[in-house]
């Protein structure tokens, strides 16, 4: 697991490489229903926890002052969601840079089983009109192509926010990306399909703590 040094111009994060070993299933809380289905354990909870409080304090230092709309992209961001906002909450009141928070909550839908299909659909999207001369920061789980993200940024846009920022838990290292980075990124995690901590596949494994890779088996096991 290296540590990526950013520039002015880039998001520092957390690398997961390709070949990191990760972790044993036998070394961690995983529930019981679950332990068939997981291979391996890529980013420990705790681990999760620790760098989302970086992400919080770096959030502050750049937006502290502004009265910001944190926008969940919902199902897969709460979880993250939610412990940021704590952490944010954490640091309004024992730092000296303070930062006004509200809520909205957009749903997006891209994938069916495991893959990211071209049809991206935004639910939600005709209440954006409340972002007018706003400052935003979009909570996302992950980035995987940057089509999702590139088509909520589009729509926001039609709202003229008057500042929009992107944090994302994951952003995915793979050739069918588009290019497009957030602002903030947690961890850059190899191209493989990742559950846990919220992030799910057809609905299933969002109640475990850990972010780990599916085994084939389990993929036919919940397919739709």
């Given at each position: 697991?290296d540590?990526?040094?950013?520039?002015?111009?880039?998001a520092?994060?957390l690398?997961?490489a390709?070949?990191?070993?990760?972790?044993?299933?036998?070394?961690?809380?995983v529930p019981?229903?679950?332990?068939?289905?997981?291979?391996?354990?890529?980013i420990?909870?705790g681990?999760?926890?620790?760098?989302?409080?970086?992400l919080?304090?770096?959030?502050?230092?750049d937006?502290?002052?502004?009265?910001?709309?944190?926008?969940?992209v919902?199902?897969?961001?709460?979880?993250?969601f939610?412990d940021?906002?704590?952490?944010i909450?954490?640091?309004?009141?024992?730092?000296?840079?303070?930062?006004?928070?509200?809520?909205?909550?957009?749903?997006?839908?891209?994938?069916?089983?495991?893959?990211?299909?071209?049809?991206?659909?935004?639910?939600?999207?005709?209440?954006?009109?409340?972002?007018?001369?706003?400052?935003?920061?979009?909570?996302?789980?992950?980035?995987?192509?940057?089509?999702?993200?590139?088509?909520?940024?589009?729509?926001?846009?039609?709202s003229?926010?008057?500042?929009?920022?992107?944090v994302?838990?994951?952003?995915?290292?793979?050739?069918?990306?588009?290019?497009?980075?957030?602002?903030?990124?947690?961890?850059?995690?190899p191209?493989?399909?990742?559950?846990?901590?919220?992030?799910?596949?057809?609905?299933?494994?969002?109640?475990l703590s850990h972010?780990?890779t599916?085994?084939?088996?389990?993929?036919?096991?919940?397919?739709?």
């Amino acid at each position: 697991m290296d540590r990526i040094t950013s520039n002015n111009d880039m998001a520092s994060y957390l690398q997961i490489a390709d070949d990191e070993k990760s972790y044993n299933l036998d070394l961690f809380c995983v529930p019981r229903h679950y332990e068939k289905d997981l291979d391996k354990v890529i980013i420990p909870h705790g681990l999760i926890m620790d760098r989302t409080e970086r992400l919080a304090r770096d959030i502050v230092r750049d937006m502290g002052g502004h009265h910001i709309v944190a926008l969940c992209v919902l199902k897969g961001g709460f979880k993250f969601f939610a412990d940021l906002l704590d952490y944010i909450k954490t640091l309004n009141q024992n730092s000296d840079k303070s930062l006004p928070l509200t809520v909205d909550f957009i749903r997006v839908k891209s994938y069916c089983n495991d893959k990211s299909t071209n049809n991206v659909k935004v639910i939600g999207g005709d209440d954006l009109s409340s972002l007018s001369g706003k400052h935003v920061l979009i909570v996302e789980d992950i980035v995987e192509t940057g089509k999702t993200m590139q088509t909520l940024l589009s729509l926001l846009s039609k709202s003229r926010p008057k500042m929009v920022k992107v944090v994302s838990l994951l952003v995915k290292r793979t050739p069918r990306s588009s290019g497009y980075r957030p602002d903030y990124i947690g961890f850059e995690v190899p191209d493989a399909f990742l559950v846990g901590y919220a992030l799910d596949y057809n609905e299933y494994f969002r109640d475990l703590s850990h972010i780990c890779t599916l085994n084939d088996k389990a993929k036919e096991k919940y397919k739709v």
